[in-house]
């Protein structure tokens, strides 16, 4: 299996964030990881990149364990990561900040040259023609930290969308950017949101959170008419 | 020109080629700063460990100074890797108040060692360099030499800062650490190749303040605090920030020691310094 998340498990304190989450994604696929604010979406992504450590359970990436690895190694195993909220670096030219992800990001020591190629094909992939960082908006920022991901070149790229702060004609570019990434790229994609809406249009398969536990997993039409899912959603904007 | 103005201009000379060599000290501890998050309270203590290199190595063993000054540098950089991975690393994610005083701890710890080592007393390299005579005003070669270094060095930061990989890596983080790992860049190995770096404008800043001064046990109290001020009044961190406030620092000593006396132009300084804190905390930059 591509990737296969077992009996994954984090606690803070008292607080059982994910709870024996379980799923498996198959190479090529797009994945939906979706579910209400805090149903534990972010958390999971963290224990994938290792920005968290898992308390329990197991990560396997193509038959290795990168669950509980720093997350610098993770990146190098082949995993990408966009943050829900944009992080780039405001002092280096738009550029560098993705060249920077190019060159460490697979570990392997590309040119300078090569590098740069790298970071201008993906700027080029997601849209971004501007120069500088300073001034660009929230979309252009999430092409930024999307652009920084593939520039790492992943086999596997985690995206924490959300879409929340874009308006509708946004927000059907992200999803078809992300279709126009696997399609050129060949990257398989866990796409994390609680707008469920425009999601169900490009993934595969959705697996639904709900108080970090998985209450549903299977194609878009069948989830939707999932009873324990609309009672989830129901009275919540996020359902269209 | 009137006798006055030349010895003035002489003081503002004296003071900009002091200022090169306070903004090559200040650049490694604001280096380190920046990147790992940490002052290395003892820096002037590593400067001190360099300048009994050199003075070992050159008189003892009778290097010539064309190898031994490198050879302090290698050193001392060396010696901030071990600092780093001995001391540092257990409080990186310390309270920063630990940190100080750990680094502090290694401060006393360095002086006492020295002591022990090499004893108390005065040692000089016993090279005498001439006096520069331009027009009327005269500079000691050693100080034109610390400037011109000292300006060198600073260029080679700023140049590999801007131009490598690694370098925009150490920008990078000192940007927003947490984030790094996810380019794939491991952020201990970044910590340690600063260490490094920072040692090795130490070890820079100990062969030309050994071609000035004696060196001693204490030597380091001479300009560890001045070079820690600086970093603070240019704002912690801030490369250039600190490179502006250690000639801005150098005038005040260099022309109010004209003005009044030597000791004055301290005593202004640290006032000015002083001042400052109320007006701009934060230092001249932020990071």
Request: hydrophobic share 45%; proline share 2%; glycine share 14%.
């Given at each position: 299996m591509f990737l296969q998340v077992s009996k994954l498990t984090k606690r803070f304190g008292g607080f059982t964030a994910v709870s024996d989450v379980s799923f498996e994604v198959a190479e090529g696929e797009i994945l939906g990881l979706i579910g209400p604010n805090?149903?534990?979406?972010?958390?999971?992504?963290?224990l994938i990149a290792g920005a968290l450590?898992?308390?329990?359970?197991?990560?396997r990436f193509r038959g290795d364990e990168v669950g509980g690895l720093p997350a610098y190694r993770v990146a190098h195993a082949g995993i990408g990561r966009t943050y829900q909220i944009p992080r780039p670096f405001k002092k280096l030219s738009l550029l560098e900040n993705v060249a920077l992800a190019a060159f460490y990001g697979a570990n392997s020591r590309l040119s300078r040259e090569k590098a740069f190629e790298l970071a201008k094909d993906s700027l080029k992939l997601v849209g971004l023609q501007e120069t500088k960082v300073e001034?660009?908006?929230a979309s252009a920022l999430k092409k930024l930290e999307l652009a920084r991901a593939l520039a790492t070149q992943p086999k596997l790229l985690l995206a924490d969308e959300s879409l929340g702060?874009?308006?509708?004609?946004?927000?059907?570019?992200?999803?078809?950017?992300?279709?126009?990434?696997?399609?050129?790229r060949g990257v398989t994609i866990v796409w994390v949101e609680h707008i469920m809406g425009v999601l169900m249009r490009v993934v595969d398969r959705c697996v639904v959170l709900d108080h970090g536990v998985v209450i549903?997993?299977?194609k878009p039409a069948d989830v939707a008419k999932d009873a324990k899912v609309i009672e989830v959603y129901l009275g919540t904007d996020a359902f269209a | 020109m009137e006798i006055f103005d030349i010895y003035l201009l002489e003081a503002v000379l004296n003071g900009l080629l002091l200022g090169g060599l306070l903004a090559l000290l200040s650049l490694g501890l604001n280096l380190i700063f920046g990147v790992i998050d940490v002052v290395w309270i003892c820096y002037a203590e590593l400067i001190m460990c360099g300048m009994y290199a050199v003075y070992y190595l050159h008189v003892q063993y009778h290097w010539p100074l064309y190898a031994a000054m490198p050879a302090a540098i290698v050193i001392v950089a060396m010696l901030g890797v071990?600092?780093?991975?001995?001391?540092i690393k257990p409080v990186l994610a310390a309270e920063p108040i630990n940190q100080l005083l750990v680094t502090g701890g290694v401060l006393f710890f360095l002086q006492a060692a020295a002591t022990l080592a090499f004893g108390i007393d005065f040692k000089n390299l016993g090279v005498s360099l001439p006096a520069v005579r331009i027009g009327e005003m005269s500079f000691s070669a050693a100080r034109l030499i610390a400037f011109g270094a000292a300006v060198l060095g600073v260029?080679?930061?700023?140049?590999?800062?801007?131009?490598?990989?690694?370098g925009t890596a150490i920008r990078a983080i000192s940007q927003d650490r947490a984030i790094m790992p996810l380019m794939g860049v491991s952020p201990g190995r970044i910590y340690t190749l600063t260490s490094a770096l920072g040692g090795a404008l130490a070890g820079l800043g100990s062969c030309l303040l050994v071609l000035q001064y004696?060196?001693?046990p204490a030597i380091g109290l001479s300009f560890g605090p001045i070079t820690f001020l600086i970093c603070v009044m240019g704002g912690l961190g801030s490369m250039a920030g600190g490179l502006i406030a250690a000639f801005v620092f150098a005038q005040f000593i260099s022309v109010g020691g004209f003005f009044f006396a030597v000791e004055w132009g301290y005593v202004i300084a640290f006032a000015f310094f002083i001042g400052m804190m109320f007006v701009r905390p934060q230092g001249l930059f932020r990071r």
């Open positions: 805090g149903s534990g979406k972010s958390t999971t992504f963290n450590k898992p308390d329990a359970g197991s990560v001034g660009l908006g702060g874009l308006d509708h004609a946004e927000m059907d570019g992200a999803a078809d950017m992300l279709a126009r990434i696997r399609a050129e549903a997993q299977g | 071990l600092l780093h991975q001995l001391v260029l080679g930061l700023f140049v590999f800062l801007r131009k490598t990989y690694l004696d060196v001693h």
